[in-house]
């Protein structure tokens, strides 16, 4: 979109003057400030401006380097028959997206974690402990829609982006750091021992998303409901990805049921 100004050498010399803008004075940290506002996208499938530094190939490449890491370490759950629902599910949710024709890849993951992930390339990791509470295929496709949303509303390259520049903004400039960082913006934190969440705005906007490709796709959107209740209920101490940046999941709740009753789709 804006590649010519976006190149990250163009964004890290515009961030590391922003940075340094006791010392070069006013009209060079400007220049800086305006170039780096030029690196906004509006995302054709949600009509949001963004803030994206990284270009869709070097995203590509990450995410087969991070799922290759992921298949590493955690090992895989051989259950044929939840493959097969998971796989079902997904199928019909990523087409209802307007995404069918693009790689996808679904893998069941033996960790008793209520959770579940996806990479930008498409790779989606999902937990047996989340499976294991999974008691309709709505629920499945409620968690695969909100994974779908991620991937749709473009939020690892959003949150990439915005690490970076958080990054350079404190001059931590190392490689070891960098690579962590990508990896950790790419959602495998626990892996690499940084956490860094989805922000609240994505979680939101992933949670609607979502339920518009599941109701397009034949599933119930109000059974997102039940399923984040029963979220809610079973979190624990550890929370799962979906729920640690929301301080109050009731808001979450309440936001999925106004939009549902907005549609006509309730009343629930
Ligand atoms: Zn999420």
Same mark, same amino acid.
């Given at each position: 979109m804006c590649q010519h100004l976006c190149g990250n050498d163009a964004v890290h010399?515009? +961030?590391?003057?922003?940075?340094?803008?006791?010392?070069l004075g006013g009209a060079a940290a400007t220049a800086a400030v305006l170039a780096a506002a030029a690196c906004t996208t509006v995302n054709p499938d949600t009509g949001r401006e963004q803030f994206i530094i990284i270009d869709e190939s070097q995203l590509q490449q990450a995410s087969l380097q991070a799922w290759a890491q992921m298949r590493q370490q955690v090992p895989p759950w051989n259950n044929a028959a939840a493959q097969r629902r998971v796989e079902t599910v997904g199928r019909r949710v990523v087409q209802a997206a307007g995404r069918g024709n693009q790689n996808w890849e679904f893998v069941l993951f033996d960790s008793p974690q209520k959770n579940a992930f996806v990479l930008p390339g498409g790779q989606? %990791?999902? @937990?047996? %402990? +989340?499976? &294991?509470? !999974? *008691?309709?295929d709505d629920w499945i496709a409620t968690v +695969?829609?909100? *994974?779908?949303?991620?991937?749709?509303?473009?939020h690892a390259a959003e949150r990439y982006s915005r690490d970076m520049a958080t990054q350079i903004g404190l001059e931590v400039v190392g490689t070891q750091v960098n690579s962590q960082l990508a990896? =950790?913006?790419? /959602? +495998?934190? =626990? &892996?690499? /021992?940084? !956490?860094? #969440?989805?922000?609240? *705005?994505?979680e939101s906007e992933a949670d609607i998303l979502g339920i518009q490709y599941m109701q397009r796709a %034949? @599933?119930? #959107?109000?059974?997102?409901? #039940?399923?984040? &209740?029963?979220?809610?209920? /079973?979190g624990g101490a550890r929370q799962p990805e979906f729920l640690s940046t929301h301080p109050d999941p009731d808001n979450r709740i309440q936001r999925l049921r106004n939009y549902i009753n907005e549609q006509g789709w309730g009343p629930v």
């Open positions: 010399s515009a +961030l590391h003057a922003i940075d340094r803008r006791k010392l989606v %990791g999902f @937990y047996r %402990g +989340l499976y &294991q509470i !999974s *008691e309709r +695969l829609g909100h *994974e779908t949303g991620h991937v749709i509303g473009r990896m =950790a913006a790419l /959602g +495998l934190g =626990a &892996q690499v /021992g940084v !956490s860094l #969440p989805f922000s609240r *705005e994505q %034949g @599933y119930d #959107p109000k059974q997102s409901i #039940p399923f984040w &209740q029963a979220m809610q209920a /079973g």
